[in-house]
């Protein structure tokens, strides 16, 4: 797998490109009949955990989360053509770690990095969704087909921050033509 590029680095139109160019498995498409169990977990805090012992490799971790998906049901699974493993998720199965901002007001667009290194602009096909519960507040936002990443703690005080500073009432941010605001729907 080519190096992770260096979000800071990079200027918003560089990143969606990039974020446009990745190509998935589809994994949508797959329905093998061959079906147990992966052994694996995915902590709330990100890392991969295969027999109880963590995944080091982050190649590996950023290759199964290319193969990753929800079920109807909730649960997940890692699927290729041939089988279908369910893995255990304790939260959101993705963590945003990084956050780049460009722009504001409406033209403002947000570019997070998740812990596998993918790259998504916040949007109408990435919404951000920030929900409550009884330890504070639970930031989200929408990676792909039901699959979610949690805001940490600090990109989340981030965007706090940057909402604040823009003084709308309610408080929200402006990603790509789409507006999140920051309380709970």
């Known amino acids: 797998m080519p190096p992770l590029p260096d979000l800071a680095g990079l200027d918003l139109e560089a990143i969606a490109r990039l974020a446009a160019e990745r190509r998935l498995p589809p994994v949508e498409q797959w329905n093998p009949t061959r079906s147990g169990d992966s052994e694996m977990r995915i902590a709330r805090d990100g890392r991969w955990?295969?027999?109880?012992?963590?995944?080091?490799?982050?190649?590996?971790?950023?290759?199964?989360?290319?193969?990753?998906?929800r079920e109807p049901d909730g649960s997940h699974v890692l699927v290729t053509p041939a089988e279908k493993l369910a893995i255990e998720v304790e939260d959101a199965p993705f963590v945003?770690?990084?956050?780049?901002?460009?722009?504001?007001?409406?033209?403002?667009?947000?570019?997070?990095r998740l812990n596998t290194g993918e790259l998504l602009v916040a949007g109408p096909d990435h919404a951000l969704r920030f929900g409550e519960e009884s330890d504070g507040p639970r930031p989200l936002l929408h990676v792909r087909k039901g699959l979610e990443a949690l805001v940490a703690r600090p990109v989340y005080y981030e965007l706090v921050e940057l909402a604040l500073a823009e003084e709308r009432d309610p408080p929200g941010l402006w990603s790509d033509g789409a507006f999140f605001p920051l309380s709970a729907a």
Do not use: C
Request: aromatic content about 8%; glycine content about 10%.
């Open 49 to 69: 955990y295969h027999q109880g012992g963590p995944i080091e490799r982050p190649e590996m971790v950023r290759l199964f989360s290319t193969i990753l998906r």
């Open 96 to 112: 945003a770690v990084e956050l780049k901002s460009e722009g504001s007001g409406e033209a403002r667009r947000l570019a997070f």
